[in-house]
């Protein structure tokens, strides 16, 4: 039959059949694969190992940290994957306590982010309400915004994602929820994130101002001790998630659709984004716009195995007529309607990731 005579819930339906049937022979294939568990841990313990070890190595001095920074940006990103899959419950389902500690874990190596149990609850009306005014995730990461630099701030730094919004609510009670409260849903690992990374711009901006001014800063003696401590938690620590975080959101907030998506139509709410130029964001979201269409498809397959049947699964999507490179989304405000004019964003919601 040809596509043209599917419906949209047919095309789903038949993207779902054949990407369900790769990863079953895949795991047929390779049997370990079924360890879904052992694999979930072990991917942890590698990402916080690689994570710990670039640290050490910038530290001892062994590396600069124009190349740990990157590397555990890299290994953070796996971990990323890993969040994103515990919220699904696919490791430890029915063990509580290696789960929650899976959990509190990718929160301490990404402090940069909500709390992932709070995060559970808003990505899963994500996958509900996937392109409507109701998915809070994604637009708190800027999908649906138009383009411009006040959208590119907003990118990297989950409290100006949050005020920037502000001035947008439609009454006193939504701007004081949104500037006094929703910012709680980060404390602590948010706030300690951004008062390291506020203080390293500040300091060094402040010298850097300095120096091209011809003046000089008198710092104190407080100041000129702590900034060691400040600069090695941000290249170890804070630093690669800030560049983590600006690669992924950039990705997943043009890989969605917002405004104008039929409800319940998955082939309507992501493309496939992989373009050769996106290719340094993909190392750093590990190749989340080339794979994260396929997850909204089928929710239960874990990111590694996504990655592994991606051909077998593109295949049939662009088959299906699921939009692939669509940048003129970008233009568009990330709307579905090719031509759609971007209307003003009125956003409210969370910067989650």
């Known amino acids: 039959m040809s596509t043209a005579l599917l419906t949209d819930a047919e095309k789903t ?6 990407v369900q049937a790769a990863g079953v022979a895949l795991r047929q294939r390779h049997p370990w694969l079924r360890r879904q568990d052992a694999l979930g841990a072990a991917i942890m313990a590698f990402a916080l190992a690689g994570m710990g070890l670039s640290g050490w190595l ?28 515990l919220i699904h419950l696919m490791y430890f389902r029915k063990n509580p306590l290696p789960h929650h500690l899976m959990m509190a874990l990718c929160w301490l190596s990404r402090p940069g982010t909500i709390n992932p149990w709070i995060r559970r609850k808003l990505h899963f009306q994500h996958h509900k309400y996937s392109g409507s005014h109701r998915d809070l995730e994604e637009r708190g990461i800027t999908n649906g915004q138009p383009w411009g630099f006040k959208r590119f701030l907003m990118l990297g730094d989950w409290l100006l994602a949050l005020w920037l919004r502000v001035p947008q609510m439609p009454n006193t009670k939504r701007k004081l929820l949104l500037a ?70 950039f990705v997943s907030s043009n890989m969605h659709y917002y ?33 994260h269409a396929i997850h909204h498809f089928v929710v239960k397959e874990p990111f590694y ?19 692939f490179n669509d940048t003129g989304s970008f233009a568009r405000a990330n709307r579905w309607q090719r031509g759609a004019e971007p209307a003003s964003a009125q956003v409210s919601g969370l910067a989650l990731r």
Not at 66 to 82: D, G, M
Not at 271 to 281: D, G, K, M, R, Y
């Open 180 to 249: 006094l409260v929703a910012p709680l849903g980060y404390f602590p690992m948010g706030w300690i994130h951004l008062a390291i990374w506020y203080c390293f711009l500040g300091f060094h901006g402040a010298n850097l101002y300095a120096v091209l001014s011809g003046s000089e800063i008198a710092w104190s003696a407080t100041t000129l001790a702590r900034m060691p401590w400040i600069d090695l938690a941000t290249v170890v620590w804070v630093g690669p998630n800030q560049l983590r975080m600006f690669c992924l959101h």
């Open 13 to 18: 339906a038949r993207i779902k059949t054949v």
């Open 58 to 85: 910038y530290w001892t001095g062994a590396i600069a940290w124009w190349l740990c920074l990157p590397l555990s940006a890299f290994f953070a990103s796996l971990i990323h994957e890993l969040e994103h899959d």
């Open 259 to 291: 405004g104008d998506v039929e409800a319940d139509n998955v082939i309507q709410q992501t493309q496939v984004l992989n373009p050769w130029w996106l290719l340094p964001f993909q190392l750093f979201c590990f190749n989340f716009g080339s794979t």
């Open 305 to 323: 195995i996504r990655q592994w049947t991606a051909k077998q699964a593109h295949a049939v999507m662009r088959e299906m007529g699921v939009r």
